[in-house]
């Protein structure tokens, strides 16, 4: 029994973002479709453990749900008599009775899933509440485990949930791909969601953990599940080649007691081979699209410097500059000031990064950055001003959230 459950979980996962992309298509209402999925959901759990799981469990949660609605509709219709509703039953009546209905559901499952990510990732919802609906809806996971990951009360997911499904209705947000000049933009708002999930689970920004592993490999996921459904996008590419190359270094990111380990300090030969394969595959399919590289392929081409050198004094320091300064042309922003910084440092040595860095001091946008006074820490001690370098590394463990890193600084502190 406890394995059956177990193994209808784990059927969710895969497919419910199939399910409720499909349901959404018809329905054309998120929150209505979410809740149909989860009734046959439910059905599945009452059933399932007696009568064994179906050959193709996605074609019979969607049957399932398909039912409901029509149901709910025809029930709605007979109420109030609209002729809107009574034509969605009409069409849902007609896909429910096809003779194939695993041949329909697969003929449709790509756009279904890709309007659904672009519908959960829309501009119109916080970028907190994105990452929620993205999690709940395409990721399949529970409110608690949402909840969990981003540190956070179940009550505050569920009520940006709720409110997120709400705004999407009232907005009338189509459950389309968008098209023309509206894809670039709208693709940027899905790709921005993705990384930042996976950047909450690669560098926790509070809590005891350093990394959140399932995170990331949700966002990855995602990623991948996108790449292979707009494989003329090269950014979607450059986006699944930086998670990839990046991940691939988790298993040497914590120490024996779990404590970070930087990436100078790491051990390169517990680096992930495989994701590192699979993260340089995916950069070369975004360079053979042509064109210039976006944000997220150029970081991809940075963390590639790293993934090829077996130790940090054989990486191509010069080039990551150069991949640093095209960066900070297309995608200016204070970090990528201060990370070209730290390469500079490297390259050209530490006296030319201070003087990067101590322009940054008195930007607002870094005013809480901790890293800032951390970066600045390690270049005052390199040129040997170490009281300075200590006072930098207090204030950045004042201001980082997560009780490991601030672990980190202070023993850096110390060991000064």
Request: overall charge negative; some cysteine; hydrophobic content about 45%.
């Amino acid at each position: 029994m406890t394995d059956t459950v177990a193994a209808i979980d784990a059927v969710w996962r895969i497919e419910s973002a199939r399910v409720i992309g499909g349901l959404a298509r018809l329905v054309h209402d998120v929150g209505l479709a979410e809740d149909l999925a989860q009734d046959a959901f439910v059905a599945a759990l009452q059933q399932w453990p007696r009568s064994g799981i179906p050959d193709n469990p996605g074609a019979w949660l969607m049957a399932t749900a398909k039912h409901r609605a029509i149901d709910q509709l025809r029930h709605r219709q007979m109420a109030e008599r609209r002729h809107g509703q009574l034509g969605r039953e009409l069409e849902l009546e007609q896909m429910a009775s096809e003779p194939d209905l695993d041949a329909a559901i697969d003929d449709q499952i790509g756009d279904d899933l890709l309007s659904l990510l672009f519908a959960t990732c829309h501009p119109v919802l916080s970028t907190s509440a994105r990452a929620a609906l993205t999690l709940r809806l395409f990721g399949g996971l529970t409110t608690g485990e949402i909840a969990r990951a981003f540190l956070v009360s179940e009550a505050t997911i569920a009520q940006r949930v709720v409110r997120a499904k709400r705004t999407l209705a009232e907005a009338r947000v189509p459950l389309e791909v968008p098209s023309g000049d509206q894809l670039t933009p709208r693709l940027a708002s899905v790709l921005e969601v993705i990384y930042l999930i996976f950047n909450e689970g690669y560098s926790a920004t509070a809590g005891e953990d350093w990394m959140r592993p399932a995170l990331c490999e949700d966002a990855l996921r995602v990623g991948r599940i996108l790449a292979e459904l707009l494989p003329g996008e090269a950014e979607v590419h450059g986006l699944v080649a930086l998670m990839e190359i990046q991940a691939s270094r988790s298993g040497a990111r914590l120490g024996p007691g779990g404590e970070p380990v930087l990436l100078f300090e790491q051990d390169r030969s517990r680096w992930d081979r495989i994701l590192i394969h699979r993260g340089l595959t995916a950069l070369r399919r975004a360079e053979r699209l042509g064109g210039a590289l976006g944000p997220y392929a150029l970081q991809a081409a940075i963390a590639a410097c790293h993934a090829r050198a077996n130790a940090p004094i054989e990486t191509d320091w010069p080039r990551i500059v150069a991949l640093y300064d095209a960066l900070a042309q297309l995608a200016p922003s204070p970090v990528v000031e201060l990370n070209r910084a730290v390469a500079v440092s490297i390259a050209f040595g530490p006296d030319a990064a201070l003087e990067l860095v101590d322009a940054l001091r008195d930007e607002p946008s870094l005013a809480g950055y901790h890293l800032l006074p951390s970066v600045r820490a390690d270049l005052l001690a390199r040129v040997g001003r170490h009281d300075e370098a200590r006072a930098e590394l207090a204030r950045a463990a004042s201001l980082t959230q997560n009780a490991g890193e601030r672990r980190l600084l202070a023993q850096r502190a110390a060991s000064l």
